[in-house]
């Protein structure tokens, strides 16, 4: 199979499905910003007692050329709510509304999978990185349903524990004097 190309420019939306495509990288082009993203997700793991596996990175997928790939493999992600990093197909979608912007995703049920989209600045990745982790704190703490069943209660929650690290965030990547 080809390689999508990558570009801010790609339409990963399907208007028809309501669906959002993306593909799975298996590193984060940018090793700088993968390395500090690493670092970075050791700590807010520490910080919320959970134990994520490692970040996963992901980009925007050509929705036409995604489902078709996806419609061929043997072994793809069943559902949009399904967790895309436990099947080989590289392709995925996300179900939402027209003009989601997605930083990242922890699907519900993940076990402990964050994926982080690449092409973000390093603010956004690792703010990305803390809303993740909080939702994976989430399903520690109230188990997975909880998160489904109260998604808007769960978003305003993580975004409020991403903003709180915005501090630690900007010591993190300010150059060292």
Not at 68 to 80: L, M
Request: hydrophobic share 35%; net charge negative.
């Amino acid at each position: 199979m080809g390689r999508v190309t990558r570009s801010t420019e790609v339409n990963n939306f399907d208007d028809s499905l309501g669906l959002y495509w993306y593909e799975k990288l298996d590193e984060n082009p940018d090793q700088a910003l993968a390395s500090i993203a690493l670092s970075f997700t050791q700590h807010i793991s520490s910080h919320l007692g959970i134990n994520p596996s490692s970040v996963h990175w992901f980009a925007k997928a050509d929705a036409a050329y995604a489902a078709g790939c996806r419609r061929a493999s043997d072994d793809a992600q069943p559902s949009p709510l399904d967790d895309p990093v436990l099947y080989s197909c590289p392709y995925f979608r996300i179900s939402d509304p027209g003009g989601i912007v997605h930083h990242g995703m922890t699907p519900f049920f993940s076990c402990g999978h964050v994926l982080i989209q690449t092409g973000l600045s390093s603010q956004d990745t690792l703010k990305a990185i803390a809303h993740e982790c909080y939702h994976l704190y989430q399903d520690w703490l109230r188990g997975p349903q909880w998160r489904q069943d109260h998604y808007e209660v769960a978003e305003t929650e993580a975004a409020g524990f991403a903003d709180s690290q915005m501090n630690e965030i900007e010591s993190l990547l300010s150059p060292v004097d």
